[in-house]
T-cell receptor, first 117, second 112 residues
Framework: DTEVTQTPKHLVMGMTNKKSLKCEQH?????MYWYKQKAKKPPELMFV???????INESVPSRFSPECPNSSLLNLHLHALQPEDSALYLC????????????????FGPGTRLTVL | GENVEQHPSTLSVQEGDSAVIKCTYS??????FPWYKQELGKGPQLIID?????GEKKDQRIAVTLNKTAKHFSLHITETQPEDSAVYFC???????????FGDGTTLTVKP
């Protein structure tokens, strides 16, 4: 199984709402990522979890709150978002290994299309 | 940090022709160079990658070359087909840093 799944596929929320995005993988990967992608732009890294611990936060506003409950699940909690936060939110995972055989091959999910009204 | 430049931003070829997309990177510590294909409404999918200890890698119609001295790498697609039409992203990363930086993408259109 080389699949990363994301739910929901589409989400529309108001600026006062609280919602969550969910990502799941069953490949035994120990690194998981959240990216934000605007139209016609490359993915922008937001957060990286390594062995269920937050290892990278690319100065993301606190209205985005990541959570990694276990090695297969990654959540992104959303609160008080702005219309400019509307984008495709992508989750990815990769296998961690020793420095001699490490790989950064990332497997992406299909994304959640978020619209903030 | 790493900076990746990708050219061209758009590329249109006739079916059966070859397509070449080029990327340059700035950080000499980068050691991993993946290429992703993103179709409309989908997430990026890895199509080929190369590591800094290899100069060239090929997988059927797709090949990637890496010139570490010049800090550039290229994607070559031969015998293009309409289903190759998509946005292609290069990326450069340091596996010890745990992240990669993406280029801005190339929109490839293959005309039947």
């Amino acid at each position: 199984d080389t699949e990363v799944t994301q739910t929901p596929k589409h989400l529309v929320m108001g600026m006062t709402n609280k919602k969550s995005l969910k990502c799941e993988q069953h490949m035994g990967h120990r690194a998981m990522y959240w990216y934000k992608q605007k139209a016609k732009k490359p993915p922008e890294l937001m957060f990286v979890y390594s062995y269920e611990k937050l290892s990278i936060n690319e100065s993301v506003p606190s209205r985005f709150s990541p959570e990694c409950p276990n090695s297969s699940l990654l959540n992104l909690h959303l609160h008080a978002l702005q219309p400019e936060d509307s984008a495709l939110y992508l989750c990815a995972s990769s296998r961690l290994g020793t420095s001699g055989g490490s790989t950064d091959t990332q497997y992406f999910g299909p994304g959640t299309r978020l619209t903030v009204l | 940090g790493e900076n990746v430049e990708q050219h061209p931003s758009t590329l249109s070829v006739q079916e059966g022709d070859s397509a070449v997309i080029k990327c340059t990177y700035s950080d000499s510590a980068s050691n991993y160079f993946p290429w992703y294909k993103q179709e409309l409404g989908k997430g990026p999918q890895l199509i080929i990658d190369i590591r800094s200890n290899v100069g060239e890698k090929k997988d059927q119609r797709i090949a990637v070359t890496l010139n570490k001295t010049a800090k550039h790498f290229s994607l070559h697609i031969t015998e293009t087909q309409p289903e190759d039409s998509a946005v292609y992203f290069c990326a450069a990363g340091n596996t010890n840093a745990g992240k990669s930086t993406f280029g801005d993408g190339t929109t490839l259109t293959v005309k039947p």
